[in-house]
């Protein structure tokens, strides 16, 4: 077997290049960053857990060994996997087909779920398939993201009210509610209440009064604020104990068990793959895109940089380790790295130590959560998910583009009414339809020389020479099946309207990156449309892999014209050749 390359070895295990170098400094560092984080983490763990319909100390389990195999294997220095929202979202949608009555049943599938997402991320990572996040479109994005965050507060909205509600999709989950509403709970209905008040006023003042009244750092009071839902937490908690909150029918999270994660192979079926398999790939590209996205921003601002396809891998290792320890899907998630990145974080061993946090809380800490209201954690949910909503994206795209616009209205409309799943696979659908549109109606502009200069633009914009017996088209776009037919039209119609005089027809391809082989065939024949009208063919600007691709086939050897390094190259030599003929012929 060869051996791996102590190069390759670093590339495949990040924490061996960090890892040689780290210091006290660094330790201090991810040691205070750690601490905040897991302060921050371990209500923000248990609400997403309840938000994929999961046992709370479910989300604690998915926030210890993904952290470490994260550590191992990802190549961010502050990027913090875990439980998100969406992600939770999606985890609740996924589940919900297979009607599972038993909640073990459920969350044995939630973690086959976490296994199968980690196993198409590990595939995309080996197969060096980073490039799959191209797929999608920053505003289908953009309209998921703001799309779920709608869902995720309207279903969080239950506990706030203290009432039984059901659904999926937004019509249903309203309806539900408006049903239920006559039952409000009315207890719950305060608790949650002050919650949600506290929490808005902590993500929205509570920094600035901690600067102007304590004197604190813009850093130190952000971060101070970033975690004020353990406040809440710590604030309801004892009030939902001393007041007896639960004989008033508040309902809380009762008993979580304490002790270390659940290790081994969860149960896992045929028919449960068939049926999550689908879901676990939507799962594994949106927290891929949600995670790099994060990630990169985070590497920019210290000027270092993260690999793509490493990150596939990493978080795969992190998805699989958390479907061995009783968890479910994760990815890297936004509030929990940024406050990460602002703690001070230096290195991805941060997230190692926040794992050993959390686990120390799961051991010794959940007996304290009995009394937490799922008001509370529901408040939690909403605060930050609102954040992500952002309605703006319509107007934007509206006013730029309006396929664009097409493709996030989209998204959100079928994720409200329909699912999640369906949501995110029509706007993907639809971006990639509207790419096919666009490119198949491809943009050819007759140009000219600008006067003065070598420069060619767009006759119907500038002040250009022409020539009449030289009509120079430009082809802004590859060509490729779906616009070669198209692109034999337009040069038709174009050369019919000056036919008298014309001579030659140079295609300007500076802007074609790609011919494939019906394009190809599409050359070949105007090439000999033009020949049977008199006309000659040529190309100019033609870049180095589509001449090495013309150069494989035979129609450089039946091109009528010449192919010329430069447009000016081609109108000059072709005006004086022209030129020199008429002029011969007045001599005759």
Known sequence: MPRLSPDRLKTVFPVLDWGRSYDRAQFTGDMTAAVIVTIMLIPQSLAYALLAGLPAEVGLYASILPLVFYAIFGTSRALAVGPVAVVSLMTASALAPLGLDSLAEYTAAAAVLALLSGLVLLAMGILRLGVVANFLSHPVIAGFITASGILIASSQ??????????????????????????????????????????????????????????????????????????????????????????????????????????????????????????????????????????????????????????????????????????????????????????????????????????????????????????ATLAATIIVAVLSLVDLSILTRAWSYSKADFAAVLATIVLTLGIGVEVGVATGVLVSLALFVWKTSRPHVAEVGQVPGSQHFRNIHRHQVITEPTILTLRIDESLYFANARRMEDLIQARVHKGRDQLKHVILMCSAVNEVDLSALESLEAINQRLSDQGVKLHLSEVKGPVMDRLKGSHFLHDLTGQVFLSQYDAFVTLRQAEQEADTGKSAA
Not at 254 to 260: D, F
Not at 267 to 275: E, K, P, Q, S
């Open 157 to 374: 909205m239950k506990h706030i009210l203290g009432v039984k509600a059901h659904g999926h999709t937004l019509p249903q989950i309203l309806g539900s509610i408006w049903e239920q509403l006559p039952h409000t709970n009315w207890p719950t209905l305060i608790i949650g209440l002050i919650a949600l008040a506290f929490l808005f006023w902590v993500r929205k003042g509570m920094a600035g009064v901690l600067k102007s009244r304590f004197g604190m750092s813009a850093q130190a009071a952000s971060t101070t604020a970033r975690v004020g839902p353990v406040f809440a937490v710590i604030g309801t908690t004892v009030a939902a104990w001393a007041l007896d909150l639960p004989g008033a029918g508040v309902s809380v999270v009762g008993t979580v068990p304490t002790g270390l994660p659940p290790l081994g192979l969860p149960a896992i079926d045929f028919g449960m793959i068939t049926v999550l398999i689908g879901p676990a790939i939507l799962i594994s590209i949106i927290g891929y895109v949600e995670s790099v996205s994060v990630a990169q921003t985070l590497a920019a601002k210290r000027k270092q940089r993260i690999e793509p396809n490493q990150e596939l891998i990493a978080l795969g290792a992190s998805n699989i380790s958390s479907g061995l320890s009783g968890g479910y899907p994760v990815t890297g998630g936004f509030a929990r790295s940024v406050v990460n990145f602002d703690a001070g974080a230096e290195t991805p061993a941060a997230g190692a130590f926040t794992a050993v946090g959390l686990l120390l809380a799961a051991l010794m800490l959940t007996p304290l959560l009995y009394f937490l209201p799922k």
